[in-house]
C-alpha cells in the first residue's frame, strides 16, 4: 500500500494561517480528498453546517461543525496529494 501525504491550508478571516499535514494511505487520501473541497466549497461561501460521522451507529456516531459564516476558510487550492513512495524508498 502506498502512503500519500494530504496537505491543507486553513485561512481564517484574520491575517493567521495554519498548515495542517498528515500522511495516509493512497485509498485514504482518495476517499478524503473530494470531502476536503466539498467542505471548502460549501462552507467558504459563508455557510455553516454539522459534519456527522457514522450516523447510523449511536455508540460511535460523532459530530463536528465548521463555521463557514465565522472564522472556518479551508483554501481548497491549497489543497495537495504528494505521493511519498518512492521519497520513502530512497530515504
Do not use: Q, W
Amino acid at each position: 500500500m502506498k502512503n500519500t501525504k494530504i496537505s491543507m491550508k486553513d485561512v481564517v478571516a484574520k491575517p493567521d494561517t495554519v498548515t495542517v499535514s498528515f500522511e495516509c494511505s493512497e485509498v485514504a487520501a482518495e476517499e478524503l480528498m473530494p470531502l476536503l473541497e466539498y467542505i471548502g466549497k460549501n462552507g467558504n461561501t459563508g455557510h455553516s453546517f454539522g459534519i456527522v460521522v457514522d450516523p447510523d451507529d449511536s455508540e460511535n456516531r460523532e459530530s463536528f461543525g465548521f463555521d463557514g459564516d465565522g472564522g472556518s476558510y479551508l483554501d481548497t487550492d491549497s489543497i495537495k496529494m504528494e505521493n511519498n513512495t518512492k521519497r520513502r524508498k530512497n530515504e
